[in-house]
């Protein structure tokens, strides 16, 4: 399943590499949808990237305060602010995911530098872009975006620069990939927010930025591809 950030162009893949966690002796225990209100559901036609157990579910899902992770990267640090009250469901899978060390040794596969799209995305131990945790869920969509200006539809909003925000393949098909806006970007409103860059990331990713993406022989001066420098991501871990 390759996951988009549908504009004009499919998305490029990258390299990456992939680990086994200690979750492959426990995942086969695992139901196909857990029970809470989040139902995630386990994708038997796309086997995660990494052997994972499927998300906490309780029946009451924390739908307040904030939690600081931080992504250790090769570029520098990236500290994140998840929001729970903007997206419960998607928080507690980000954060499990990061718990089980899921985002550990992996590399960001997509960066873009189009007139109305700049982000980097990560979140794909395989690194190509197609692959996930083996699960999926639902869709918790903001509804307080500003639209885009000179917009003839009046469907596109802004998502603005710092935004941190779930990339999916369409509705519901929420995974682990994610997308990290370098600028202000335009899009439909049809991806999760559920947090921020915090300052010092957005001085990390305005380095990645300026670094540019990787030349291919087809392309030499592309918009849309994999960073000219590596972004690899060491660890993932919560700080508060």
Do not use: W
Not at 60 to 73: F, H, I, S, Y
């Amino acid at each position: 399943m390759r996951l988009l950030l549908a504009l004009v162009l499919a998305v490029v893949m990258g390299g990456g590499v992939a680990q086994a966690s200690d979750d492959a002796a426990t995942t086969a225990r695992d139901p196909d949808v857990t029970k809470g209100p989040c139902a995630y559901a386990k994708t038997p036609d796309d086997p995660p990237a990494r052997p994972v157990k499927l998300p906490p579910d309780p029946r009451r899902t924390p739908a307040k305060g904030k939690v600081d992770v931080v992504l250790k990267t090769n570029q520098g640090p990236i500290p994140l602010v998840v929001d729970r009250a903007q997206a419960p469901c998607t928080v507690q899978s980000f954060l499990h995911l990061v718990t089980k060390k899921f985002y550990d040794r992996t590399t960001c596969h997509r960066l873009t530098a189009y007139p109305t799209l700049k982000v980097l995305q990560c979140g794909d131990p395989t690194g190509t872009g197609e692959r996930g945790p083996g699960y999926k869920y639902k869709d918790e969509l903001p509804t307080d975006l500003k639209p885009a200006p000179n917009d003839p539809t009046g469907e596109r909003r802004i998502y603005p620069r710092g935004t941190l925000a779930m990339a999916n393949a369409g509705p519901d098909t929420n995974g682990s990939q994610f997308f990290l806006v370098t600028s202000d970007s335009t899009l439909r409103p049809h991806y999760t927010v559920f947090g921020t860059v915090e300052p010092a990331g957005l001085a990390t990713l305005d380095r990645i930025a300026a670094a540019g993406i990787a030349p291919t022989p087809d392309n030499p001066t592309p918009v849309d591809g994999r960073p000219a420098t590596p972004v690899d991501i060491s660890r993932a871990k919560r700080t508060c």
